[in-house]
């Protein structure tokens, strides 16, 4: 019922990812859907380490707020797309000082100054989805969530 999708989807925009947990799994585009029961989550990538995080804290969030019995799929096809973070996502993102994910051919702004004389420093970061960036005008580094 629609009621119980609407009070689904407001329990879900609490569940906070817990790599980047000024986003919400709404926020960064992995709930699929909600069918009243159930709830699709699709992982951000295959074998991705917060999976099992992501889904225990969906469940313990359902069942604070008394729905107990709601099904938890994981959803792999199609697969997850930084294109489905969502606006809010975005200027979360910047906001918290890591550049959201452009497209693959856009240059990176500075989530500070937003500056777009930006360098990469490493692909590799803290985590798989982002990679280290410099901003060469106020020359303070900082994360990119990375497009996948």
């Known amino acids: 019922d629609v009621v119980a999708e609407s009070q689904i ?3 879900l925009e609490r ?3 817990p790599e980047i947990p000024v986003l919400s799994i709404v926020d960064l585009g992995i709930v ?3 069918r009243g029961d159930p709830v699709g989550l699709a992982p951000t ?3 991705c380490p917060a999976t099992e995080a992501i889904r225990a804290s969906v469940k313990s969030h359902l069942d ?3 729905l107990n019995d709601i099904v938890i799929e994981e959803v792999l096809s199609p697969p997850w797309t930084s294109d489905w973070l969502t606006e809010e996502g975005r200027r979360k993102l910047t906001e918290f000082g890591i550049a ?3 497209p ?5 702004a500075c989530p500070r100054c937003s500056s777009r004389a930006t360098e990469p420093i490493s692909e590799f970061g803290p985590t798989p989805c ?4 410099r901003c060469t005008e106020c020359l303070e580094p900082f994360d990119h969530f990375k497009c996948i």
């Open 45 to 47: 990538y295959s074998g």
């Open 64 to 66: 604070e707020a008394g």
């Open 15 to 17: 569940v906070p990812d």
């Open 104 to 108: 693959r051919s856009s240059i990176v």
């Open 130 to 133: 982002k990679s280290h960036y």
């Open 9 to 11: 989807w407001k329990v």
């Open 32 to 34: 699929r859907y909600v």
């Open 100 to 102: 959201p994910p452009a």
